[in-house]
């Protein structure tokens, strides 16, 4: 039974709904009769969690009504809501069934009073995106040491004034080229791609800056232009844009290479600060140096081993001379070596090599002893291992199964040839075969007992 069908006639009988049930039935009543409708209010405790959901409530002067806006729809909206923000949401009227509260589940975001140019802005940006315009892989990293860095904005914006501060405290020594632009009002989209093309074509800066400060979605509306967009993919040279506050998105923001969330921080990335290139030139000044002086304390100790060897000619000279003439002494004295020396050592020689002369006649003799013996080891080794196998074979017959077949003894195996050891093994009506010391014979099992004990069996 339905809430709907109850009616208090029939209260005595009535089906008894669960706290679920009941909730489950008003959330499917106000899904299925409320369509998805346009609701206008001010946000207020607006919180967006880690998973990327948005939760905020909306509210006029005399009501308000929780609402979610889950994270594949928050992608799309193009702006961050804040407090006190007027906005108008299309969503689904639904219920929070584990606490029942009535909810709004917002498909889609746009400012209040603007819902035109929100749609516009969508339109455009669904289409660029399309296109690829948005690609991650299409984006430049901007130069991290510029020759010099371009900005295109308007000369009375206070933007200007940010990135200028910000360029001179981070990169005093590169050069600041400014594009001027207006950056709102009619004629502003056309002035701004004029001013990227001029930049491009003179090529003298390598990062741009596309900068304008805060403002209303009006105020912003130059760089949610088509042919701005066109014009800031279409540049050859890398562009940072910074427009309006860090929750304010454009269409030049998707476009660009590098997202800003406001001027002064586009000036930030725009180029490394001058004291950290400092550093790092110091640092590797530093290390040229230290390998230089390894280099040449390496060079100099080489030098003075090398120096250390070499001598001069008269040097070289006179030792060769010495050593020529201690060469011409020591053959002199050996040519001089007394006759009576060389016969005594030859006589020396002589007798240890008598010494060591071997006498035939001894071996000989201990030969002649060892082929008498010879035939008499032999016959004796021949005795003993016939001996050992005349012992082998006796052992062998007398453990054999021959021996036990002849004393009554007989083998029984089953129609597989396998031995049979014990009688559970068999059952009756098995054929068995009985090998004895003469013959075979098989026989049929008719009655089985193990141990005295009659098994029972199955036929």
């Not at 050859?236 to 860090?246: A, K, L, S, T, Y």
């Not at 009506?429 to 099992?445: E, I």
Request: charged share 25%; aromatic share 6%; net charge positive.
């Amino acid at each position: 039974m339905s809430a709907a069908s109850w009616t208090p006639q029939d209260a005595p009988t009535r089906e008894i709904l669960t706290i679920t049930q009941l909730n489950r039935t008003v959330s499917n009543l106000l899904e299925r009769h409320i369509p998805l409708v346009w609701v206008r209010g001010e946000v207020s405790n607006f919180t967006a969690a880690a998973s990327g959901h948005w939760y905020f409530t909306l509210k006029d002067s005399g009501a308000a009504v929780r609402t979610v806006m889950f994270r594949g729809r928050a992608g799309l909206v193009g702006f961050v809501p804040r407090e006190g923000d007027q906005v108008e949401v299309r969503a689904r009227v639904s219920l929070y069934e584990p606490r029942g509260d009535y909810q709004l589940q917002a498909e889609s975001m746009r400012r209040a009073g603007q819902g035109g140019m929100f749609e516009a802005f969508m339109r455009l940006k669904a289409k660029l995106e399309a296109e690829g315009l948005f690609a991650p892989d299409r984006k430049r990293v901007p130069l991290a040491l510029p020759r010099a860095i371009g900005v295109v904005t308007s000369l009375r914006a206070a933007a200007l004034h940010d990135v200028i501060t910000a360029l001179a405290r981070r990169v005093p020594h590169l050069p600041v080229i400014v594009y001027p632009a207006p950056v709102q009002g009619d004629d502003a989209p056309a002035k701004l791609v004029a001013a990227i093309d001029l930049a491009n074509r003179r090529a003298e800066v390598d990062t741009l800056l596309l900068v304008r400060g805060g403002g209303s979605i009006e105020d912003l509306w130059a760089f949610n232009n088509e042919a701005v967009a066109r014009a800031v993919a279409n540049s050859q040279i890398p562009v940072v844009c910074g427009v309006g506050h860090e929750t304010d998105f454009t269409i030049a923001d998707f476009v660009a290479d590098v997202r800003a969330p406001t001027p002064t921080a586009a000036a930030e990335l725009a180029a490394m600060p001058r004291d950290q290139w400092m550093a790092r030139v110091e640092r590797a000044a530093q290390a040229l140096m230290r390998s230089q002086q390894r280099r040449l304390d390496q060079a100099t100790q080489r030098l003075d081993r090398v120096a250390g060897r070499m001598l001069s000619p008269r040097d070289r000279l006179s030792r060769q001379r010495e050593r020529l003439q201690a060469t011409v002494h020591r053959l002199i004295a050996a040519w001089r070596m007394p006759q009576q020396a060389r016969g005594a050592r030859l006589a020396m020689l002589q007798q240890r090599l008598r010494y060591r002369v071997p006498t035939t006649s001894r071996l000989r003799d201990r030969l002649s002893d060892a082929v008498r013996r010879l035939p008499a080891a032999q016959r004796r080794r021949i005795d003993t291992l016939r001996a050992q196998l005349a012992s082998h074979r006796a052992a062998l017959q007398a453990l054999g199964p021959d021996q036990t077949l002849a004393r009554g003894y007989a083998i029984v195996t089953d129609q597989d040839g396998n031995i049979l050891r014990q009688a559970a093994h068999l059952r009756v009506g098995d054929t068995v075969t009985l090998g004895f010391a003469q013959g075979q014979a098989q026989a049929s099992v008719t009655q089985v007992s193990a141990d005295g004990q009659s098994v029972p069996v199955q036929e």
